[in-house]
Structure formats: structure tokens, C-alpha cells
């Protein structure tokens, strides 16, 4: 079946870092990839998605590029803000069939002023 | 405005007292879906929906049951909940067309079952 590998959480920065959130994923074909943001008390919000392979993706300083060869879609961001401060999900909805979404486990990040 | 409304947002029950979640979308989204959240396990999706009068379990439906008898209203009923059950729950619609569009979250009910 379709699985999707988040890195272990929480991950801690201070404001202005660099941000890499490293996603892997298995499934057939040419899934449609995505990240989700959960900040605190809230639902989940598409950051941002790719849809084919080479795609990128980008909202809000968040960047992400759908990597077939190396079924990876992972999460940077050049410079996190206090205000990133979030669970990221990433996720996958397979290319056939009744499209039903995987998501990972989730990755909490902290950012410190 | 767009968006997935459950009610209620929290709620304290006791062991074997029916209830249900209500879930509703205004955007004629024909999947809809619900997920419950746990600490260290991420999202698992509960039941699932493809359009009216077509529904489907997930990956832990036990204990769960749904009904889709109009297009915007997709509720999460517990028959006997026990304290297992105690979670963060999640509504989801998607506009139809395939796998490559995102899903609306709503905003979550905080269930805890005593």
C-alpha cells in the first residue's frame, strides 16, 4: 500500500533559520503530493502541492519539489519566523482509483525568537 | 465564505452515551471524509465518503459509524464510545475532479470520552 515517512519531531530552530522537513514517500504511478500546516487549535491548511514529477511548489517562503527518482517531496523554507511555528504534514493522494489520501505522521516545528 | 463547520468543537461524555459529530461543507464538495488525531500517530481516516449514499471505511473504522444522506452534511456517529475513542477529530471535503486537488479541513472536535 501507499505510505508517506515524515522526519521525527519536534524540530527547534531560532527565527531566521534555515528549514528542511525531509518527506519520502511509496506508491504506484504518479501520486499528487502535498504539505498541510496545523497551527495550534486550527484544522489543517494546504501550504502548498506538486502534482507531477519536477513540480514545485511554493506558498508563503515554503518551497517543496516532487523528486520521482528519489520518491521525495521535502519541505524548505530559507528563513522561519516565529509565526511558522506549526505541525507540517505531508501527504499523498494516488494517481487512480478512489483517490484516497495518505498522510504522514506530522512534524512539530518550534521557532524560537 | 468557503469552508467545513463541525459542531460541537469539544465535548466530555461518558462510556456507552451515544453521540454524534455533525460535519458540514458549503462548497458542493462530493468527498468528504473524517480522520481522527492522536499524539505520535498522525491523521488515520475513519470513514470516508464519495458522494451521497456512498460511503466506505478507512483504515480504523471500528467503533465509528456515518451516514451521507445530503451532499454537504457527512456526521460521525458513536454508538457506545469508550475511552479509546478519546481523540482530536477532523472533518474533510474535496472538490471533486480527482486526487490532485487539496482537502478542506474543518476545525476539529475534542472528543473525551470518561
Known amino acids: ?113 | 465564505e468557503a469552508q467545513v463547520t463541525q459542531n460541537p468543537r469539544y465535548l466530555i461524555t461518558v462510556t456507552g452515551k451515544k453521540l454524534t459529530v455533525t460535519c458540514s461543507q458549503n462548497m458542493n464538495h462530493e468527498y468528504m471524509s473524517w480522520y481522527r488525531q492522536d499524539p505520535g500517530l498522525g491523521l488515520r481516516q475513519i470513514y470516508y465518503s464519495m458522494n451521497v449514499e456512498v460511503t466506505d471505511k478507512g483504515d480504523v473504522p471500528e467503533g465509528y459509524k456515518v451516514s451521507r444522506k445530503e451532499k454537504r452534511n457527512f456526521p460521525l456517529i458513536l454508538e457506545s464510545p469508550s475511552p479509546n475513542q478519546t481523540s482530536l477529530y477532523f472533518c474533510a471535503s474535496r472538490v471533486p475532479g480527482g486526487g490532485y486537488n487539496e482537502q478542506f479541513f474543518g476545525p476539529g472536535t475534542r472528543l473525551t470520552v470518561l
Not at chain 1, 514545485?56 to 517543496?64: L, Y
Not at chain 1, 511555528?85 to 499523498?92: D, G, K, P, Q
Open chain 1, 1 to 113: 500500500g501507499n505510505s508517506v515517512t515524515q522526519m521525527e519531531g519536534p524540530v527547534t530552530l531560532s527565527e531566521e533559520a534555515f528549514l528542511t522537513i525531509n518527506c519520502t514517500y511509496t506508491a504506484t504511478g504518479y501520486p499528487s503530493l502535498f504539505w498541510y500546516v496545523q497551527y495550534p487549535g486550527e484544522g489543517l491548511q494546504l501550504l502548498l502541492k506538486a502534482t507531477k514529477a519536477d513540480d514545485k511548489g511554493s506558498n508563503k517562503g515554503f518551497e517543496a519539489t516532487y523528486r520521482k527518482e528519489t520518491t521525495s517531496f521535502h519541505l524548505e523554507k530559507g528563513s522561519v519566523q516565529v509565526s511558522d511555528s506549526a505541525v507540517y504534514f505531508c501527504a499523498l493522494t494516488p494517481s487512480g482509483g478512489s483517490y484516497i489520501p495518505t498522510f504522514g505522521r506530522g512534524t512539530s516545528l518550534i521557532v524560537h525568537p
